[in-house]
């Protein structure tokens, strides 16, 4: 393995994380600079708690609308409508601490139905 790609790898945190978050931060989902500014206070709150979590920023969840959309896995969980705000609280309560915030949840799916061929 190259010199560079572990490098990325390390980066990434791929080896310590226990969760991955995903971020819709717009256009279309919400305004740009608000989800812009999202996911800075995102990457910076994910730093300073050193919470083990990869985090993504994607470009479009295909919802296009509710945003900023933050999706949780392995748990499977949406939260629209995210915030600075909000998402301290999601980092506080779920990310850290386990407890998905019910009341901002739009919807769930964890992909564990999925069956191998055959069974
Ligand atoms: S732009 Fe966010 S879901 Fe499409």
Request: with cysteine; charged share 30%; net charge positive.
């Amino acid at each position: 393995m190259s010199s560079k790609l572990s490098d990325g790898l390390d980066k990434a945190g791929i080896a310590r994380a226990e969760l991955h978050v995903f971020l819709c931060i717009g256009p279309d989902c919400c305004r740009a600079r608000a989800g812009e500014l999202l996911w800075e206070f995102v990457k910076k709150r994910v730093k300073e708690t050193g919470v083990r979590a990869m985090r993504t920023k994607a470009g479009c969840f295909r919802i296009c609308t509710g945003g900023p959309w933050l999706v949780v896995y392995p748990d499977g969980i949406w939260y629209g409508g995210v915030t600075p705000a909000r998402f301290e609280r999601i980092l506080q309560e779920h990310l850290l601490r386990g407890h998905p915030v019910r009341e901002w949840i739009v919807a769930e799916n964890d992909l564990q139905r999925r069956s191998p061929a055959g069974e």
